[in-house]
């Protein structure tokens, strides 16, 4: 029985469903919310509950094994074909380099494709995905608070960086207000609502007391979607209410001294106008714009395939040495920009799976923002603003490169995927 075979039997409408497999599914979901941020890689424990459960799969014997009624969607394979190119890709780029450790974070992008189709064939209930990932918001955004305002850190970070924490936090908050539109047609709908509500406004504290700037510039495309998915149904006097509302929270947080949210605010200008006029270049925002401005550099020298990991390290320092960058901004890794950075090191081919990786799905999801069918809708308004949400990221943070950002990207596209093609194979 060849792996293609035993995969084809395991999404095939003939085999029977399994309810303890459902039931595992839904459980490893929710645990993918809920503790993705309150505890020490708590955003891995349901992603290897949810692999442990597709290879088991594997080696469980069907009754049937020559069943082939079940195709994959067209839309499905491109997903895959998403996470193949740029798990293999980076990985084989790095491992060349860098020997098996080279793989380790493109690795979980292929890990994610078993899950993907164990999700397509056993989807989570939708209430335990939209009760984990506010539940997982509204820990985020209390540990934060806790920490910021009790124990008086300068920036919350949880158990990640700050700037992992904070826009992981921001994404859980906005995924809540994802998951709305399934809310209302609950028959519980007021007590989803609140919740997801409650999870969608701490999770963007959280963000907003870990101080990462950085997540805070793609909210106006964030809400760009959350418009294209529900505001248009919305009386003009809610939307008016919920941007006040919005604002209003926004402008108090940013008034109270507690939160040093508005001493964020005014050294990113400061970082801005010193690097502008020359006179300071080593300030959280000036260092990136020296990597950038390295970076670029090495990029026309070899546009192709890039530098290399320790290419660009040894390549960059040099530059900081010549003085054509600041010797601090030539110390770090990586340029503090994920495309940027896939440029430097990977050239043109890392840059285009990078471009694959979030521009597939996006182009997927977001056919069904105005889907007739509230489950449907809401699966497919997340499904797009994860990778949204990550080139926002992106911008000031070399995110996938941290264990955090690979993991939550890989594994939850793998479930708002499945969950949103197998809802489609039902209501369609």
């Known amino acids: 029985m060849t792996l293609v075979r035993l995969v084809i039997c395991m999404l095939s409408p003939n085999v029977p469903r399994s309810e303890p497999l459902s039931h595992v599914t839904s459980l490893a979901v929710f645990l993918m919310g809920v503790l993705a941020l309150v505890m020490p890689s708590g955003y891995s424990i349901g992603p290897v509950l949810l692999l442990l459960a597709s290879t088991a799969l ?115 908050g906005v995924l809540c207000f994802a998951g709305l539109g399934w809310a209302v047609v609950q028959r519980q709908r007021h007590v989803w609502v609140a919740l997801l509500l409650l999870g969608a406004l701490l999770g963007m504290l959280g963000s907003l007391m870990s101080g990462s700037r950085g997540g805070w510039v793609g909210l106006p495309v964030v809400g760009y979607v959350l418009y294209r998915g529900y505001g248009r149904q919305l009386p003009m006097a809610v939307k008016v209410g919920a941007v006040g509302a919005v604002l209003t929270l926004f402008a108090a947080v940013y008034l109270l ?111 069904s923002l105005s889907h007739p069918d509230l489950p449907t809708r809401s699966l497919a308004v997340a499904g797009t603003l994860l990778p949204v949400a990550f080139i926002d990221f992106g911008l000031s943070q070399t995110f996938l490169a941290h264990n955090s950002g690979a993991t939550f990207y890989a594994f939850w596209l793998a479930v708002l995927w499945g969950s949103y093609s197998a809802r489609r194979r039902i209501v369609s």
């Open 257 to 367: 001294p507690q939160t040093g949210v508005q001493q964020r605010v005014e050294a990113a200008v400061s970082d801005i106008s010193h690097y502008v006029a020359g006179t300071k270049t080593e300030t959280s925002l000036g260092l990136r714009f020296e990597m950038w401005r390295g970076a670029a550099q090495l990029i026309a020298e070899r546009p192709l395939l890039g530098w290399g990991e320790a290419g660009y390290r040894e390549a960059l320092g040099e530059l900081g040495e010549q003085g054509v960058i600041s010797p601090v901004a030539a110390e770090f890794g990586h340029a503090h920009n994920e495309f940027i950075d896939a440029f430097a090191k990977r050239g043109l081919v890392g840059l285009a799976v990078l471009l694959m990786l979030y521009m597939i799905p996006m182009r997927m999801f977001s056919p």
């Open 58 to 172: 594997l080696f469980k014997r069907f009754k049937c094994f020559k069943c082939s009624s079940f195709v994959l969607l067209s839309q499905d394979r491109w997903i895959i074909v998403a996470l193949v190119a740029y798990g293999l890709v980076v990985g084989v780029m790095s491992a060349v380099e860098l020997g098996s450790r080279g793989f380790d974070r493109p690795l979980r992008f292929l890990l994610a494709i078993p899950v993907l189709l164990l999700i397509l064939r056993y989807p989570p209930r939708l209430s335990w995905l939209w009760g984990g990932v506010a539940l997982g918001a509204i820990g985020a955004g209390s540990l934060a608070l806790w920490l910021k305002l009790v124990e008086g850190v300068a920036r919350a970070s949880g158990f990640l960086h700050a700037i992992q924490f904070g826009n992981l936090s921001m994404l859980m």
